[in-house]
């Protein structure tokens, strides 16, 4: 509970309650039904003039990223000597040490080296430690070790800030406030209080001179990450420059409370409008939101991941994960508008089941084009269209508009059945996934900010599986969605993507359990089924990496410092 403040004097003048007796906001947007105030969209007055700051925020980015004759000044230094020694570092000491300890070595190094740089960093680290499945597993385990290991800015730091910004003394608009912080994250902390007008809520607070930090950084960053490319053993399809190019692009936003309020907005709405009640969105306040201070309705529930006591509470839990995954699949294919920083911190579970989702400083949103490229690969992907899939990959930009598709599905094999990767020797699957890296490139694969997002939080309701709902029919549930939207959103999905109406989703469950590696023989597949299979292969990979004849096969050319797979022309 928030403490009273200490050393202010509180006024006995409650400030001006928003809240309009007989109005109801529940109709326009997934919030809670115990209103603290109403949201009206047309009397929010820090909305005014967002849709200017947005444009303005997003062309901002190639300037920020634009790389100039010399180094950019003095933060350069600082950033060169921190990277450079990390890099020093594994380079004498981790590189030849076999694979897996070179990529340890180096996620170690860089960690240490993102914490001693502060909040951009931490930043880059926490995109990166939520990335499993697009960045090297060594990088995501390290960077994990990021999330909530940011110390706060002192208390009287924090009110000078909000009483700079919301123009009045802590004690005119706050009743109480905590100050000590609930999380402090890089970019911002959040403090929890209750208003004058007696409704509990939340605070978030910017950092001082935190956007001043991250311009120069993404300046140091973008002359820097060039230099890197071939150099270190990243995913190929996340290189330096386009890893710093996809974190200016989800940073620059986050810097503008007004616009994730707007975002907070927005989602509820795309919610309320698909008729779902499953999540949560907390309410941003109609006055008390500027460019660093965030007011917003407080709500609890448990922690995300916490079946047991979920379960213990008579929560349904892979009923929960259910929900959330058609919520957000609604917010991509119908709507163009999603939740962009899926993970456990950001979520939690209310007494009734529904999910509160939390901090909406990163969104992905789509214009009508990248929509219903999104809506043709998902449907695609169902009907195992494998050319359909790859249009509207290049239709989303991982693919230059003149890429050949029918060369592109015959040089990466997809025209040929799937491998059981468990059939395969170590070094058979080693090398072809290199091929298939080195192909990719060769077709000038990259992956767009909108992609890495949607990709990433599907990973993260992936791995939600294992504690929400481990013995769940992967295929049954796969069935079970197809025949949500095609019951619910059939015609509208037809009309869309130019085809006749068909009386039932076209899914190729077999196509999808031969792609998952399980025979028609095996039975239900399940999540727990798949982490066994997955730890059978990293088990198989340590057993190679140990084995000094192994190695040399495992490593390619990586012993040099220089990945076979990864070029210098840096277009990925």
């Known amino acids: 509970m928030p403490r009273d403040l200490a050393g202010l004097e509180l006024s006995s003048e409650p400030c001006d309650g928003p809240a309009r007796p007989g109005e109801d906001d529940f109709s326009i947007g997934a919030f809670s039904p115990e209103r603290p105030w109403v949201v009206d969209p047309d009397r929010l007055s820090w909305r005014t003039g967002l849709g200017t700051v947005r444009a303005n925020t997003a062309a901002s980015v190639p300037r920020m990223l634009r790389r100039r004759a ?6 350069f230094v600082v950033v060169a000597a921190r990277l450079g020694w990390a890099m020093g570092g594994w380079w004498a ?35 990166l430690s939520s990335g499993e ?10 960077f994990r070790l990021c999330r909530d290991q940011v110390p706060p800015e002192p208390f009287s730091v924090v009110r000078q800030i909000v009483e700079e910004d919301l123009g009045s003394p802590l004690a005119r608009i706050f009743r109480a406030f905590d100050p000590v912080p609930v999380a402090a994250a890089s970019i911002a902390q959040v403090h929890a209080a209750t208003l004058r007008s007696g409704e509990e809520v939340v605070v978030k607070v910017q950092r001082p001179n935190v956007a001043s930090l991250v311009r120069k950084d993404l300046a ?163 009907g195992n269209d494998v050319e359909g899939q790859l249009e509207a990959l290049r239709d989303l930009g991982a693919f230059p508009p003149d890429v050949d598709i029918p060369e592109v599905i015959s040089g990466l094999g997809l025209d040929r059945p799937p491998i059981d990767p468990l059939q395969m020797s170590v070094e058979e699957l080693t090398a072809q996934m290199r091929e298939l890296t080195k192909r990719l490139l060769g077709y000038g694969a990259h992956l767009p900010k909108e992609l890495m997002l949607f990709v990433k939080d599907l990973l993260f309701l992936d791995g ?109």
């Open 70 to 75: 010399l180094p950019p000044g003095g933060r």
């Open 220 to 382: 140091a960053l973008s002359w820097i990450s060039p230099l890197l490319v071939g150099r270190i053993p990243v995913a190929a399809l996340a290189n330096p420059p386009a890893l710093v190019e996809l974190f200016a692009e989800t940073i620059a936003e986050e810097l503008d409370f007004r616009l994730e309020a707007e975002n907070m907005l927005d989602v509820a709405s795309v919610l309320a409008r698909s008729g779902q009640r499953a999540i949560v969105v907390p309410r941003p306040h109609p006055d008390l939101v500027t460019k660093r201070v965030l007011v917003m309705e407080r709500l609890e529930g448990f922690v995300w991941g916490d079946a047991q006591r979920m379960r213990a509470a008579g929560i349904d839990t892979a009923g929960v994960l259910h929900s959330a995954l058609i919520c957000f699949l609604e917010g991509v294919m119908l709507y163009g508008v999603f939740h962009g920083d899926l993970h456990g911190g950001n979520l939690f579970v209310r007494p009734d089941g529904r999910v509160a989702l939390l901090d909406y400083g990163i969104t992905g949103r789509l214009d009508e084009p990248g929509r219903l490229a999104f809506l043709r690969l998902v449907v695609a992907a169902a």
């Open 464 to 572: 939600a599986m294992a504690l929400m709902a481990p013995d769940v029919d992967l295929l049954a549930e796969i069935m079970r969605v197809a025949m949500y939207f095609h019951t619910r959103h059939g015609e509208q999905i037809a009309r869309e993507i130019g085809i006749e109406p068909l009386p039932e989703p076209v899914v190729d469950i077999e196509a999808i359990r031969t792609s998952l590696g399980f025979s028609e023989e095996a039975g239900p597949v399940t999540h727990r089924g798949l982490q066994e299979r997955r730890q059978v292969m990293r088990e198989r990979f340590e057993r190679a990496r140990s084995d000094p004849r192994s190695r040399r096969q495992l490593l390619g050319h990586e012993e040099n410092g220089r990945p076979d797979s990864a070029p210098d022309d840096g277009r990925t």
């Open 93 to 127: 000491l981790d590189r030849k040490r076999g694979q897996s300890w070179s990529r340890s070595g180096l996620s170690h190094r860089l960690r240490v080296a993102f914490e001693h740089l502060g909040p951009t960093f931490i930043k880059l680290g926490q995109i």
């Open 133 to 142: 499945g697009v960045f090297p597993q060594e990088l995501v385990a390290e």
